[in-house]
Structure formats: C-alpha cells, structure tokens
Nanobody, 125 residues
Framework: QLQLVETGGGLVQAGGSLRLSCAVG????????MGWFRQVPGEEREFVAA????????YYGESVKGRFTVSRDNAKNVAFLQMDSLKPEDTAVYYC??????????????????WGQGTQVTVSS
C-alpha cells in the first residue's frame, strides 16, 4: 500500500496561487495514475484533476479548467497541483490519490485505492 502525503495548502487571497505537492512512498509512482480531489464538509468528494502514469494525459474538473494544472515528477515520486486564479469557492480539503493502472486515468473517487490525509486550502475574498 502506498503512503501519500500532501503539502502546500494554506490561506490565500482570491486571485492568488498555491502549489500542492503529493509525495508518494512505498511504490514507484510511474506505475500509478494520480488524481486530485477536494471536499467541503457535508458534500461529496469532487474530482479536480488526474494525470496518467506516464504524464502524457490529464483531465480536469469543469470548475477548475484553465486555472489548475496537474503534473508529476516520476523520478522524484511526486505529483503536483498548481492552482492559479483561486476563488473563494475553491476552499476545501484537497486530497491526492493513486490508482495502479497504466492505460486508464480514473476520474471518480471510488476508482482510487490509496489516499493522502488531505491539506486545507482556504481562499479569502
């Protein structure tokens, strides 16, 4: 089982940027598709972004398209989520997740096997 640790969350003003990192231990990240999700209390976990194992394919949730960028560094076993033009509605706990699959890029939370503990992102207006 992988160990995933998210860092980089915090408080930022609307229009600002944050970069989240997801450090992975216990396996080679190059064998896993990586996803980012977010959740606010009382709501379901929302898909934010996902990237294929090789990094060549990526997908975004509608609410973040054009503002967020997902990437990965397989040599360092780390995935990233660059968040620009942040809005108050982006406030949530952000989670990274991993799925042992090479060809597919899952975009629902139930498809992922391993999860980090989450990092809080708060965007003030």
């Amino acid at each position: 089982q992988l160990q995933l640790v998210e860092t980089g969350g915090g408080l930022v003003q609307a229009g600002g940027s944050l970069r989240l990192s997801c450090a992975v231990g216990g396996g080679m990240i190059k064998l896993y598709s990586m996803g980012w999700f977010r959740q606010v209390p009382g709501e379901e976990r929302e898909f934010v972004a996902a990237i294929s194992a090789g990094g060549g394919r990526f997908y975004y949730g509608e609410s973040v398209k054009g503002r967020f960028t997902v990437s990965r560094d397989n040599a360092k076993n780390v995935a990233f989520l660059q968040m620009d033009s942040l809005k108050p509605e982006d406030t949530a706990v952000y989670y990274c997740a991993a799925k042992s699959v090479l060809a597919d890029v899952p975009r629902t939370s139930k498809e992922y096997d391993d999860w980090g503990q989450g990092t809080q992102v708060t965007v003030s207006s």
